[in-house]
Structure formats: structure tokens, C-alpha cells
């Protein structure tokens, strides 16, 4: 291949892709139309034009059947005078006119024929420009619904490096952390609260089981409320030093608490 042949590929290449990206498909559309506008008008110049021809030549075609009619009608005249040569002459001039006259009406046929077929043309064509008006207009609507989505998906596509959508986004994610954070506080202080209630009705279970601790160390079942204090010495409470040691270290314990 020669580098004229490549550079000239080149070039209508570009070209070509140039043109295709420079179409806009409303504005083709149009024109489009607009063209098929003017070979309607051009069309319609035709067959009127072919009208008119063979108006002419019916014209033309009845005057020389006329013309040839008269001629008849001179030849019986000019025989009924007894005038042969005059009828003769007249028959003469009838020949010519009625030749003319067929050769009129074979030219007349065909252009009939002609303009036939033009104006059927020309009704095919009014057609389909009326068709292809009415699907232009929805192809434009398409063409502008898929223009607006492409738009749309670009800008929904450059939202992600927008500065302030980035800005808007992390703002969202630090306030749910935020909230998050608050949640977390709120259930570590109900939780907090809990243990102490807990703390509170356990103090109160020891409390019961040291009174009635109490109460079997002393030989009897007394109530909480009529033992002694616990730092008191019962005055006849035998001398255990083991089961005051460990009094003294459940005591301890409750005090720690």
C-alpha cells in the first residue's frame, strides 16, 4: 500500500469521525425533512408539467381528428357536386390530418401512462413525508430524553470527586459517629446504674445471712432488728475464737463494700 493510499485513508477517517461526532440527530432530522420537502415540491413541478404536455397534446390530437372529419365531410360535398378531383384532393387532406390524429393519440396514451405513474409517485412520496414527519417528532423526543440522561449520568458521575459532596459525605459519617459515641455513653450509664442496684440488693442478702448467722451462734432465731450491734460482746455467748475471727472477717468484707 502506498503512502498516498494511507494518508488518504487517514484522512477520510477523520473526517468521517468528525462528521459523526459534529451530528445532532434533531438537526439531522430536520433536514432531513426540509430535503424531502423540496423533492416533493420538485416532483409536483413534474407532474404538473406533465399535465400540461399532455393537455397539448390532446389538444393537438382532437384539432387534427377534427381537421380530418372536415376533410371528410368536403370529399362527400365535392362528390355529391360531382366535383371527383375536388373530393379526391379533400380525401388527400383528410389522410393527413387523421394520420397525425392517431400518431397524436399514441403519444397522448404514453404521456397518460406517464403522468399515471407521477402522480401515484407523487402520493407515495406526500405519504411518506407525512409518515416520516410524525416519527420525526418522536424520534426528537427520544433524542432529548437520551441527551438528558447522558447529562444526568455525567453529573451524577462527577459527583464523586466534587468537593463539596466529598465535604457534605464526611460531615454525615462523623455525625453518625457522634451518635454512636452518645449511644455507647447512654448504655454504659444504664449499665452503671444496674450494678449499683445489683450492689445494693446483694449488701442487703448479706446482710440477712449475717443476722442469721447471728442468730444461730446466740442458740436462738432472732430478727435482724433485735441483734446486737456488731461490734458488741454478747455477755454469754461462749468464747469461740474461730467463729469470732471469721465474724470479724465477714465484717471486714461488708465494710469493704
Known amino acids: 500500500m502506498g503512502l498516498f493510499d494511507r494518508v488518504s485513508r487517514l484522512i477520510r477517517a477523520n473526517v468521517n469521525d468528525a462528521v459523526s461526532k459534529a451530528e445532532d440527530p434533531e438537526k439531522i432530522l430536520e433536514q432531513s425533512i426540509m430535503d424531502m420537502q423540496e423533492d416533493l415540491v420538485q416532483m409536483r ?4 408539467g406533465a399535465i400540461a404536455s399532455k393537455k397539448r397534446v390532446e389538444q393537438q390530437q382532437e384539432k387534427a381528428q377534427s381537421e ?7 370529399a362527400q360535398l365535392a362528390l355529391q357536386k360531382g366535383d371527383e378531383n375536388l373530393a379526391r384532393e379533400a380525401l388527400v387532406r383528410k389522410k393527413t390530418h387523421a394520420e397525425t390524429a392517431a400518431a397524436l393519440k399514441t403519444q397522448l396514451d404514453q404521456q397518460t401512462a406517464s403522468v399515471d405513474t407521477l402522480k401515484r409517485n407523487l402520493i407515495g412520496l406526500e405519504s411518506k413525508i407525512s409518515e416520516y414527519k410524525t416519527k420525526k417528532n418522536m424520534l426528537k423526543a ?14 451524577v458521575g462527577n459527583l464523586s470527586t466534587n468537593s463539596s459532596v466529598g465535604a457534605f ?3 454525615e459519617e462523623k455525625i453518625l459517629e457522634m451518635e454512636a459515641r452518645g449511644q455507647a455513653a ?3 450509664a444504664g449499665a452503671d446504674l444496674e450494678g449499683q442496684f445489683a450492689s445494693l440488693e446483694a449488701g442487703s442478702d448479706v446482710d440477712s445471712e449475717l443476722a442469721a448467722m447471728k442468730a444461730q451462734l446466740s442458740g436462738g432465731s432472732v430478727s435482724q432488728e433485735a441483734l446486737p450491734p456488731a461490734d458488741a460482746q454478747p455477755v454469754d455467748a461462749p468464747a469461740d475464737k474461730a467463729v469470732d ?13
Open 45 to 48: 413541478q413534474a407532474v404538473a
Open 68 to 74: 380530418a372529419n372536415v376533410w371528410t365531410q368536403r
Open 142 to 155: 427520544r433524542a432529548s430524553a437520551a441527551k438528558a440522561n447522558e447529562k444526568l449520568q455525567k453529573t
Open 169 to 171: 459525605e464526611r460531615m
Open 186 to 188: 447512654a448504655e454504659l
Open 245 to 257: 475471727a471469721e465474724l470479724e472477717a465477714l465484717k471486714q468484707e461488708l465494710d469493704n463494700l
